[in-house]
């Protein structure tokens, strides 16, 4: 008889347990979510996090505020990321940079491949090799030649050490053979403002952020570094096309959270991004901005993470470049 009622007793407690457990998950969001952007404002990682926001407010119901914490090539926002509360209310804004970092840095104080949970690939964006017009070099090979006749003479702009726009360039020098100086920034901005002011002379920039200069003739596109052309500039060539073989980069967007969150906040999360995705005037926002929607499930996304882990691992390596 005792024994049945601990039993019984055991058998209420955990159903008490489970059902305030499903209200927790169901009460979520009753406040506002900080969506932590690594870099500063008008960068391509900005520009994607501000979409994806004004789509996801209305439908959980709270806002989904943005707010940029840059520095470090992205680590001090996706540190601040790692240690906050997994409670589903601070998200970061993840891209190609964190996985590059991991091989990169040596003494980040955390992993990104494993102290943060996979929420949503967003969208995957070339990377365009851009010069300023007083440049005179009209084509790769062109400007090619010119950095071979003046090696450690062109500088070279990026969006921060280990971000792809730095890896980029670092993956053209190796396969074409030329000597550039590479000028680090805090963002895409400040680089692409340094680069329309011609105090610096090429960039392999995110095609978000600066297909406006290009269509706008403020800044000169040499090529796409994917294997295929964007379909928004099909007369740019790949990189590819224009003589440097093997060379393939891209850029992606996507959301990660604090590990401990709980799958049933990982899964709305990512329910109401892909929501977001399949809507017509999100495809046509990303595709101005130079991106292509990606939407596809938690497990997805954490095996094309590490899938970039190890790639780039191989470029850092073959680079030879380290941040301390």
Not at 223 to 236: K, N, W
Request: proline share 7%; net charge positive.
């Amino acid at each position: 008889m005792v024994a049945r009622i601990a039993a019984r007793t055991v058998l209420a407690v955990l159903a008490l347990a489970l059902s305030c457990g499903i209200a927790l998950a169901q009460a979520w969001p009753s406040k506002p979510i900080r969506y932590i952007v690594p870099f500063p404002p008008a960068g391509a990682t900005d520009i994607l996090a501000r979409i994806i926001a004004d789509k996801i407010t209305p439908t959980l119901g709270q806002p989904v505020v943005v707010e940029n914490r840059p520095g470090a090539a992205g680590n001090v926002g996706t540190e601040m990321v790692v240690k906050a509360p997994a409670d589903g209310y601070t998200i970061l804004q993840a891209t190609v940079a964190q996985t590059i970092s991991e091989t990169l840095y040596t003494n980040l104080a955390f992993s990104f491949g494993q102290d943060l949970a996979p929420v949503a690939l967003i969208a995957r964006v070339p990377n365009v090799m851009i010069v300023h017009p007083s440049v005179p070099a009209n084509s790769v090979q062109e400007f090619i030649a010119l950095a071979k006749s003046r090696p450690g003479q062109i500088n070279f702009a990026s969006s921060g050490s280990g971000t792809s726009i730095h890896m980029s360039a670092e993956m053209f020098k190796m396969l074409a053979g030329v000597d550039m100086v590479h000028i680090p920034y805090k963002g895409s901005g400040p680089a692409l403002a340094d680069l329309l002011g011609g105090q610096v002379s090429v960039m392999f920039d995110n095609l978000t952020s600066s297909i406006g200069h290009i269509r706008s003739g403020k800044l000169r596109a040499l090529a796409i570094t994917t294997a295929v052309r964007f379909p928004g500039l099909p007369d740019l060539p790949t990189m590819q096309e224009a003589g440097v073989a093997g060379y393939e980069a891209s850029a992606w967007f996507g959301i990660v959270a604090p590990k401990a969150m709980s799958r049933e906040i990982v899964n709305r999360l990512n329910g109401e991004v892909n929501k977001a995705l399949a809507l017509p005037d999100v495809k046509e926002k990303l595709l101005q901005q130079g991106a292509i929607a990606a939407p596809g499930s938690p497990e997805q996304f954490g095996a094309f993470i590490q899938n970039e882990i190890t790639k780039w691992a191989k470029v850092v390596k073959a680079s030879g470049a380290k941040v301390e």
